[in-house]
């Protein structure tokens, strides 16, 4: 019984003590944290970037119960649309639908949709990638303003530009 326990323990110890399978490595700590340093100022960049891009983008605005787009969005939309051709051609567009909060949150999501459809259809219509364009219904869940009036009500029922690297 003895032998059978130190036979154990001894290939117990040869198995977890066994030859390392680790490769020697030179030591590369500077490098990496060059490379790291370079990779976070690249992400830096690109957040910059990003976020300058989103502040020349208009969000879109909607009447009532509608998704056809207004009138007086159309210069906007034009706007927006040279943007996403010219400075953002290389980064997805994010389109957001938003609703205000009357309706029911199967019907607000669907009008999101249809909002963001909207937009989506005029960019590719003036020129934007397709395959840059996604959509997104927020429905009512994405306020921009909480008060029970008229005007903030209005100021809910948009698709926002999001940019994606």
């Not at 005007?151 to 029922?157: G, Q």
Request: hydrophobic share 35%; aromatic share 6%.
């Amino acid at each position: 019984m003895k032998n059978i326990i130190l036979s154990s323990v001894a290939v117990a110890v040869l198995v977890f003590s066994g030859c390392s399978s680790k490769e020697p490595s030179v030591d590369g700590s500077a490098t990496q944290a060059t490379d790291s340093s370079n990779a976070m100022s690249g992400s830096e960049s690109m957040e910059s970037r990003i976020a300058g891009l989103e502040k020349k983008l208009s969000s879109i605005y909607f009447d009532f119960d509608k998704f056809n787009i207004r009138s007086d969005m159309q210069s906007a939309l034009t706007t927006d649309a040279s943007v996403v051709k010219t400075e953002a051609s290389d980064l997805t567009v994010k389109l957001e639908g938003n609703c205000d909060e009357w309706g029911s949150d199967e019907y607000n999501f669907a009008l999101g949709l249809k909002r963001a459809t909207t937009v989506k259809d005029a960019l590719i219509a003036s020129g934007v990638d397709a395959s840059k364009v996604t959509m997104v219904s927020n429905g009512e869940g994405n306020p921009v303003c909480s008060d029970k009036t008229k005007d903030c009500w209005s100021k809910n029922r948009r698709v926002d530009f999001k940019l994606l690297p």
